[in-house]
């Protein structure tokens, strides 16, 4: 089993900036890659950056150049610095941990508002 817990999120003006934490516990060993997902009112579930236990990343379109993905593995700890946030961007966002099996955990969300 393993536990993600999240933190950051909030309220932000467009083109301000956030960082979203997610620290994982328990089996982290069987852990793949880990992401964050993000979900709109009406929308489906959408990856939005993901990272895999040798670094490599990926992001979806929509915010490549202004989202980074990094991790600690000391801290076993993934972040999400979101920079120049629009109010599509506007979504609870998840964490998620893949495991080797390809079994997935998430987080408890963290809402993320872009309004002026």
């Known amino acids: 089993q393993v536990q993600l817990v999240q933190s950051g999120g909030g309220l932000v003006q467009p083109g301000g900036s956030l960082r979203l934490s997610c620290a994982a516990s328990g089996s982290i060993f069987s852990i793949y890659a880990m992401g964050w997902y993000r979900q709109a009112p009406g929308k489906q579930r959408e990856l939005v950056a993901a990272i895999t236990s040798g670094g490599s990343t990926n992001y979806a379109e929509a915010v490549k150049g202004r989202f980074t993905i990094s991790r600690d593995n000391a801290k076993n700890t993934v972040y999400l610095q979101m920079n120049s946030l629009k109010p599509e961007d506007t979504a609870v966002y998840y964490c998620?941990?893949?495991?080797?099996?390809?079994?997935?955990?998430w987080g408890q969300g963290t809402q993320v508002t872009v309004s002026s």
């Open positions: 998620n941990a893949l495991s080797a099996t390809r079994y997935s955990y």
